[in-house]
């Protein structure tokens, strides 16, 4: 798309309705690199770069939440040498991008179980969310051995530990105060889901919080993903009539 297009695009965006969060399933990375006869883990390294990319735009478009699924607890069943890749590249992102994240006011959180992470990741990762901690901008929630299912499992777990401790009565769990007990609980639920590559499905991304998102697919590769594909996103969004359950 040349620049003349784009920006004409841009300007459909109504300012005044940014969807508050945006939460991305960043899909097709493998099948990018296959057509071009390169390993899986270019792939991986272009989507970098398009992470990079849509932070900034997502920044400029006053975005609150950007929500990206970087590494699923089912991933660890991929070849060891990808895994391997991908926790690198994780690593050199944050290496690279800290200051700029930092000075851009941009405040990074993470979702998932650090724990079982490589402790270089581990290190990275705290360090960015120490650093930015007072940020008061966009926060960027990365997604790293991060399960839906398990997140609500584990927050099952907290409540009923939180119900014998006597901290909680039974009858005062409704689904605002459960949301306390995910790793999303200082956030609003996403209320655009867009997920690239051509595949219709969650892929065990935040069950709990997308029950009223606004799903939006596109059929281009995550390392394709370009800012115009943002916009389309948010104006078909601005579209659609979200009703929440009323009329
Ligand atoms: C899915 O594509 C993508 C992933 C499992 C990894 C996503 C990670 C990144 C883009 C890089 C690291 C992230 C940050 C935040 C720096 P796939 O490999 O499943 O693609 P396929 O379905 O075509 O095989």
Redesign the pocket.
């Known amino acids: 798309m040349n620049t003349d297009k784009i920006l004409q695009l841009k300007k459909k965006i109504d300012l005044n309705r940014i969807p508050k969060h945006v939460a991305i399933i960043?899909?097709?990375?493998?099948?990018?690199a296959k057509e071009r006869f390169l390993p899986?883990t270019s792939?991986?390294q272009e989507?970098?770069k398009r992470?990079v990319d849509i932070v900034e735009v997502a920044t400029k478009l006053n975005i609150k939440y950007l929500s990206?699924?970087?590494?699923?607890t089912e991933?660890w069943k991929r070849p060891k040498n990808e895994i391997e890749s991908?926790m690198k590249?994780?690593v050199q992102?944050l290496r690279e991008k800290l200051d700029k994240i930092y000075k851009n006011n941009i405040k990074i959180q993470t979702m998932g179980d650090l724990s079982k992470l490589p402790i270089i990741v581990r290190k990275e990762v705290e360090k960015a969310i120490k650093k930015t901690i007072n940020n008061s901008g966009m926060v960027l929630n990365?997604a790293l051995n991060y399960g839906g299912r398990d997140e609500i499992i584990c927050g099952i777990k907290k409540i009923l530990e939180d119900v014998r401790l006597g901290k909680l009565k039974e009858e005062d769990i409704d689904g605002e105060m459960f949301s306390n007990y995910l790793y999303t609980q200082n956030m609003p639920d996403p209320d655009l889901l867009i997920r690239p590559?051509g595949e219709l499905r969650l892929s065990n991304f935040m069950l709990y919080q997308v029950a009223y998102t606004e799903f939006w697919f596109s059929d281009v590769?995550?390392p394709d993903f370009k800012e115009e594909h943002l916009y389309e996103a948010i104006i078909d969004y601005q579209k659609r009539k979200r009703r929440f359950g009323g009329i």
């Open positions: 960043m899909d097709g990375n493998g099948r990018w899986r792939g991986h989507g970098v992470v990206l699924y970087a590494f699923s991933n991908l590249l994780l992102y990365i590559s590769y995550w």
